[in-house]
């Protein structure tokens, strides 16, 4: 077999096996701010015994933000959900800048301006701008 021959079988083998391999996931960022850190732990929304989401706060361009992400086996498994991000001060009780949306996968509040204060992001299974009896909620570690 010629040395063309042999570099054509192997190029032919190769260029399948490059093709297969996924590309890195972007990180997503909120409108308006490209560049975010996460800060503090992330905490699992856990609805009817499954994990429906992870909840994280993050800091960028001068805010504060909470990123809601509803995990790929609860989404193959319902058809339909609500949620909804938020960052809270006071200890937990003044819910600031919420955003909320159906069948989102991901979902960043609307930047607080809390840099300033101590924060938790909070995300819930709901509709509305802020957690109603029956709602299922779930808050990261506070941040100062």
Do not use: F
């Not at 297969?20 to 699992?44: D, E, K, L």
């Not at 959900?81 to 819910?95: E, F, K, L, M, R």
Request: aromatic share 8%; proline share 4%; hydrophobic share 35%.
């Amino acid at each position: 077999m010629s040395i063309l021959k042999k570099i054509a079988a192997v190029t032919a083998l190769a260029v399948p096996m490059l093709v297969a391999i996924p590309a890195t996931a972007q990180a997503s960022t909120p409108s308006g701010c490209s560049s975010v850190t996460q800060i503090g732990s992330t905490a699992y929304l856990n609805v009817g015994g499954e994990t429906m989401a992870s909840v994280k706060q993050y800091k960028g361009c001068g805010k504060n933000y909470s990123y809601l992400y509803v995990w790929q086996s609860y989404r193959s498994a319902h058809s339909d959900w609500d949620a909804c991000a938020a960052i809270v001060t006071n200890g937990g009780h003044s819910v600031q800048d919420p955003q909320c949306g159906h069948n989102e996968v991901e979902l960043w509040s609307l930047g607080a301006d809390t840099l300033s204060q101590c924060t938790q992001a909070l995300g819930w299974n709901g509709n509305d701008g802020m957690p109603y009896p029956g709602d299922i909620a779930v808050k990261t570690d506070e941040r100062c």
